[in-house]
């Protein structure tokens, strides 16, 4: 006995009303409708550097709102809605495009750290790395000189990092030991926004001084007075 046929068709959800609310500099929502409640995924394209990333929905709704977040200032953005059908099928949108705020805050710098260490050899020199954090993607640069000073100028600079970053690491090759520095710490994000940390001071350590190299001077110590009588 053979079974009555039964034909069906399989719809996929209908997206209405796609739009992006809120938005700023580095963050906006996306919101959008279904007639079916639904998950869905958003490939979301940065249309200055081409790089995307794909965001999925957890939950099946009617009404979508999708918080972006991480995104570059005064950049424009590329947003596909992708459904899927109770089959498996998926449908693409067309692409929703939207352009982030301009950025005008500067970035804040925090946690800032030395670490210094000696390199011996005939005239020793002290490696020291600097590092620190900002709230958002920044260059780095230290600025430095030798000695204390009152004056905003500073002598040296390192070259500034090409690559923004939250977290930023810099050495500082050739200080001279037991020698102190004054230096502060500069960031630039993408939209220009310079923010530059207060005067530091670091202190260089000196070279430890061996048992054989405390011999050689307590010797010179004890008998010193003799080279003065031309002996």
């Known amino acids: 006995m053979r079974s009555k046929r039964y034909q069906f068709t399989t719809s996929l959800p209908e997206v209405s009303d796609i739009g992006a609310e809120n938005v700023g500099a580095r963050n906006a929502e996306f ?22 990333i794909v ?9 979508h709102r999708i918080s972006l977040e991480d995104l570059d200032p005064n950049t424009e953005y590329s947003a596909v809605i992708l459904v899927r059908g109770a089959d498996g099928s998926v449908a693409r949108s067309l692409a929703y495009i939207f352009e982030t705020a301009s950025d005008s805050e500067a970035p804040v710098i925090s946690n800032i750290e030395t670490r210094s260490a000696i390199v011996e050899g005939q005239q ?3 490696q020291t790395i600097v590092t620190w954090t900002t709230n958002e993607p920044a260059t780095g ?4 000189n030798e000695g204390i000073s009152e004056s905003e100028e500073y002598g040296f600079a390192t070259d500034e990092t090409p690559d923004p970053t939250t977290r930023h690491v810099i050495v500082l090759p050739e200080l001279q030991p037991s020698t102190v520095y004054q230096y502060r710490v500069r960031s630039v994000d993408r939209g220009d926004n310079e923010t530059t940390s207060e005067s530091r001071i670091l202190l260089t350590p000196q ?9 050689i001077r307590n010797l010179e110590d004890t008998f010193g007075w003799a080279r003065n009588l031309g002996l």
């Open 141 to 144: 640069q230290v600025q430095y």
């Open 207 to 215: 070279r430890r001084v061996s048992a054989f190299d405390l011999i």
């Open 31 to 52: 919101v959008y409708l279904t007639d079916s409640a639904t998950q869905s995924i958003i490939e979301l394209t940065n249309l200055a550097t081409g790089e995307t």
């Open 55 to 63: 965001i999925e929905e957890d939950n099946d709704a009617l009404e």
């Open 124 to 126: 020793d020199i002290v």
